[in-house]
């Protein structure tokens, strides 16, 4: 098992830029997540899907979007890039609700700066 | 306001040392704590996890408590290694209705000098 993976690991992006940030998992879980990691801070939570075809906002939605047409796929897209969303993101799947029982298993991140 | 505060921020031991690092919550209603390990450039991966009724969870040489009357929870590290240096991120789930969140603390980072 690969478990998260998640591409690619840096990018430069110049404000206005859009991008996709690709996630992938293994293991068949339901469950995936995305976060935004910055200094001194705890994770925040972007958007998370229950399921394919199933996605929610979390605590910081606003420019970023995403869809889940597959179990194995999460992708972020950033609409309009902006220098507030330099940040570490960080995907993460587990098989029941996040943050329950069961493990959540995170990706090794992207390190994303914008100009 | 739900939050979590670890400290100290960050904590230097030498090798073969003890330490023990503190995360203390304002959440309610308390669901659950999780403690994770960071290591640089990689993503947080779970030590233990800890429901209302538990006090004490180990995990190898990691042994994690919870008060929950206190609203204190604590990382205690046996005999570090090398391999220990990294944050640890304490997380608190929080039950709203049918939903839930997850209030992450800043971490502490631990590093350990040979």
């Known amino acids: 098992n690969a478990g998260v993976t998640q591409t690619p690991k840096f990018q430069v992006l110049k404000t206005g830029q859009s991008m996709t940030l690709q996630c992938a998992q293994d293991?068949?879980?339901?469950?995936m997540s995305w976060y935004r990691q910055d200094p001194g801070m705890g994770l925040r939570l972007i958007h998370y899907?229950?399921?394919?075809?199933?996605?929610d906002q979390g605590e910081v939605p606003n420019g970023y979007n995403v869809s889940r047409s597959t179990t194995e796929d999460f992708p972020l897209r950033l609409l309009s890039a902006a220098p507030s969303q330099t940040s570490v993101y960080f995907c993460?799947?587990?098989?029941?609700?996040?943050?329950?029982?069961?493990?959540?298993?995170f990706g090794p991140g992207t390190r994303l700066l914008v100009l | 306001k739900n939050q979590v505060e670890q400290s100290p921020q960050s904590l230097i031991i030498l090798e073969g040392k003890n330490c023990t690092l503190q995360?203390?919550?304002?959440?309610?209603?308390?669901?659950?704590l999780r403690w994770y390990k960071q290591d640089t450039g990689r993503g947080p991966v779970s030590l233990t996890i800890?429901?209302?009724s538990e006090n004490t969870k180990s995990n190898g040489r990691y042994t994690a408590t919870l008060d929950a009357d206190t609203k204190q929870s604590s990382l205690h590290i046996t005999a570090s290694q090398l391999s220990d240096s990294a944050s640890y991120i304490c997380?608190?789930?929080?039950?709203?209705?049918?939903?839930?969140?997850?209030?992450w603390g800043a971490g502490t980072k631990l590093i350990i000098k040979p």
């Open positions: 800890m429901t209302f």
């Open positions: 995360c203390n919550y304002t959440v309610s209603p308390f669901s659950n």
């Open positions: 293991m068949n879980h339901e469950y």
């Open positions: 899907s229950v399921g394919a075809g199933i996605t």
């Open positions: 997380v608190v789930r929080v039950q709203m209705d049918s939903n839930y969140q997850l209030i």
């Open positions: 993460a799947s587990s098989r029941g609700l996040a943050g329950g029982r069961e493990t959540q298993y």
